[in-house]
């Protein structure tokens, strides 16, 4: 069956400019995840859905970051006024009842 | 707060060498515990996991054993092969949080 999608696959965009990163996860799956992986560094943890609400956006690193999640299903995270530091690989995650979680390729994004 | 600490690498190893990646961790209550594997271009992937002491986890001639006593979940391998070549990343899950916390990952290098 289809795997967790995300999309755009690659982003190069300049300061200052607002990006939107989508997350397909696999059917059924209820919860969701999103990661940071920046060169060097390991998982950083962003916010987890559970179906449409988010019980834990404690890794968001500023105001700038924000998800949303519509019809328990995609998955939508937006970079306001990006800043060079947030260049990363963007990962996605979906799980379905238990802990192992299913990740997608991610989103390369690069801030100019 | 929870936290997994795995050995730094590059680690490189010759074919048919023996593999220990360690990993230890901190975690309130009884957590279960992962390795995943990242495959060069690929996404993150589910290698093993233990869910309860002394539970051994295995796949593709991996093992890893759950040790409470010293909060262990090194990961081994008998012989080692080019195509095990990727970044490998313990991480654990408390079962009162959906959360996953991720190691920084430890990158293996096999050569012929």
């Known amino acids: 069956g289809a795997g967790v999608s995300q999309s755009p696959s690659n982003k190069v965009t300049e300061k200052g400019k607002d990006v939107e990163l989508r997350c397909d996860p696999i059917s059924g799956h209820t919860a969701l995840y999103w990661y940071r992986q920046s060169l060097g560094q390991g998982l950083e943890f962003l916010i987890y859905f559970q179906g449409n609400s988010a019980p834990d956006k404690s890794g968001l690193p500023s105001d700038r970051f924000s998800a949303e999640r519509t019809g328990g299903s995609v998955s939508t995270l937006t970079i306001q006024r990006t800043q060079q530091e947030d260049s990363a690989v963007y990962l996605c995650a979906s799980s379905p009842q238990g802990p192992t979680q299913y990740f997608g390729p991610g989103t390369r994004l690069l801030v100019l | 707060g929870d936290s997994v600490t795995q050995m730094e690498g590059p680690v490189t190893l010759s074919e048919e060498a023996c593999l220990t990646i360690n990993c230890t961790y901190t975690a309130t209550g009884y957590p279960s515990l992962f390795w995943y594997v990242q495959y060069p271009g690929e996404g993150l992937q589910l290698l093993l996991k233990?869910?309860?002491?002394?539970d051994k986890g295995s796949n593709k001639g991996f093992e890893a054993t759950y040790r409470k006593e010293t909060t262990s979940f090194h990961l081994e391998k008998g012989s080692v092969q080019v195509s095990d070549s990727a970044v490998y990343f313990c991480?654990?899950?408390?079962?009162?949080?959906?959360?996953?916390?991720f190691g920084t990952g430890t990158k293996l290098q096999v050569i012929p």
């Open positions: 991480a654990l899950q408390v079962p009162s949080k959906q959360k996953v916390t």
């Open positions: 233990a869910t309860k002491a002394d």
